[in-house]
């Protein structure tokens, strides 16, 4: 059986990157999925996630949501009942640049706060509230290695990131005996418009080098293996695991 059959997803951020893989493999699983983002077409191009879900034969819409606004939020949680309710809630929506933090000014870090934990934050409180009223669920949240491994030049984003973790780990003792697990991905480099176009790393000839010195498996990740974390936290695979930091990083934090 499908891992996820019978279940609805709500997917922050699930038009491109990670978030698009993460539609796409819950929605072969089995599940229902709401692509909540600013815009419907992907960042580097092809057909909108909700339509490719559909056209495989899964059920999937979207909703037009900027994660710094709950109002937002409670609409793409509220799409989730055209499938039966929300059982699995990922917020995975975030901003990443490169700023030295000498640099950063308000306006650039609130930003990151707005997006990165802010979404998050509320993202979470929206699930729970509707998770409660049912038979629980599962909340994961996208953090990154960031919140345990300095990143150079990403300061602000680190912050972010590790408010994230926080989060995760507060909510899941909090919800843990009212059947919401709660748990966060931590990803390492992976292979996105983010770090194609907005802080080029992957595909070029500094980025290879870097992954071959420091990176154990010798390559960046793709989505579809943050994907694959996200499955195995939203299903009962991991029905006893809660509170957990999956990292998805060829093994750079503990051994790079």
Known sequence: MAQLSGKAAVVTGGASGNGREICKTFAREGADVVVADLREEPRQGGTPTHELVADAGGNATFVECDVSKRSD??????????????DVMVNNAGIFRGEE?????????????????????FGAQVAAERMLD????????????GAVRALGAYTAYDLTKGAVASTTYSLADR?????????????????????????PIVGTDHGEQ??????????????EEVA?????????????VNGESLVVDGGVTHTG
């Open 175 to 199: 919800f843990g005996g009212e059947g919401i697990r709660v748990n966060c991905i931590m990803p390492g480099i992976i292979g996105t418009a983010m770090t194609e176009d907005d802080v």
């Open 228 to 240: 694959d974390a996200a499955l195995y936290l939203a299903s009962e695979q991991s029905s006893y």
């Open 210 to 223: 870097y992954a071959k010195e420091t990176i154990p498996m010798e390559r960046f990740g793709d989505p």
């Open 101 to 121: 933090f000498l640099d950063v000014r308000e306006e650039g870090l609130q930003q990151f706060l707005d997006v990165n934990v802010k979404g998050v934050f």
């Open 134 to 145: 049912s038979d629980g669920g599962s909340i994961v949240n996208m953090s990154s290695i």
């Open 73 to 86: 939020l409670v609409a793409a949680v509220d799409a989730a009942e055209e499938f039966g309710g929300i």
